[in-house]
């Protein structure tokens, strides 16, 4: 593809990813990437119990949907979660998200992606955070158990904080997100995934999160996955009354189409 065709459709792509308005804590998509050499529609369906220490150690029931679709140049990604929490007696919808990813192979160790992202979190006083971004994604290397990538973003986030009294704190900030991830395939039943994120602000680098995710699936039949999760971020500046490290432990049952 010639570089001024490129430039046009990548463009075209960023203003279609424009009319979603959308808000994150970092959410790791890596692990959602079905790797597979066959083009067409592909997924999986999630639900599981997650034990989680925000501002207090809560449980929650997690639903999660993935769907990708591949032909020989690009990969297009929807992840959509909803979580539902108990704590303190009381049962509420904590944490929404909805995640669109597109991703464009250039040649064999280059892949360029758009996304935009829309998450509200209850829990950690997160009203609304919206994300767009856009940037290159590096093959390190890949053989027939184990594969490295690398990858680099500019993102624009939107973020509505709620403070006490209801009232609301307005964020708009240009920022870095970096990430490192990997998977292994032990054996054609296991499969381990890990992904470290680090983002920040580019006029105040003092301001930035890392975040860290590994993955263990455990492949149940042909179509039946179980996956145990453990994640945990650290965030310079998180909403007030947040704690600067969170972290959890999730457990999924998922079927694979």
Not at 122 to 130: Q, S, V
Not at 213 to 222: A, G, L, V
């Amino acid at each position: 593809m010639r570089i001024k065709a490129f430039l046009k459709y990548h463009f075209l792509i960023a203003i279609i990813l424009l009319s979603f308005r959308a808000h994150c804590q970092i959410v790791n998509m890596e692990s959602d990437r079905i790797v597979n050499d066959t083009t067409g529609w592909a997924g999986t369906i999630k639900a599981g119990l997650s034990l989680a220490k925000d501002v207090a150690t809560t449980n929650q029931f997690i639903g999660e949907t993935h769907i990708q679709y591949k032909n020989k140049k690009s990969l297009y990604l929807i992840r959509a979660n909803v979580n539902y929490t108990r704590a303190g007696g009381e049962t509420f919808v904590s944490n929404n998200f909805l995640h669109l990813r597109h991703n464009y192979k250039l040649n064999t160790w280059l892949r360029w992606e758009e996304f935009t992202q829309f998450q509200q979190n209850k829990i950690t006083g997160i009203d609304l955070r919206y994300l767009l971004g856009t940037g290159p994604r590096f093959k390190l290397f890949q053989v027939k158990t184990m594969n490295m990538y690398i990858g680099t973003a500019i993102m624009y986030e939107y973020e509505v904080e709620k403070t006490d009294g209801n009232k609301q704190i307005i964020h708009e900030n240009p920022r870095s997100s970096n990430y490192i991830s990997f998977t292994y395939h032990p054996n054609e039943n296991v499969k381990i995934s890990h992904t470290s994120y680090y983002q920040t602000l580019f006029d105040f680098p003092k301001d930035h999160r890392i975040s860290s995710q590994t993955d263990i699936e455990f492949k149940i039949s042909k179509k039946l996955v179980y996956t145990l999760s453990y994640r945990i971020l650290y965030d310079t500046s998180p909403a007030l009354g947040i704690p600067t490290t969170t972290y959890g432990l999730e457990s999924y049952i998922g079927w694979s189409f």
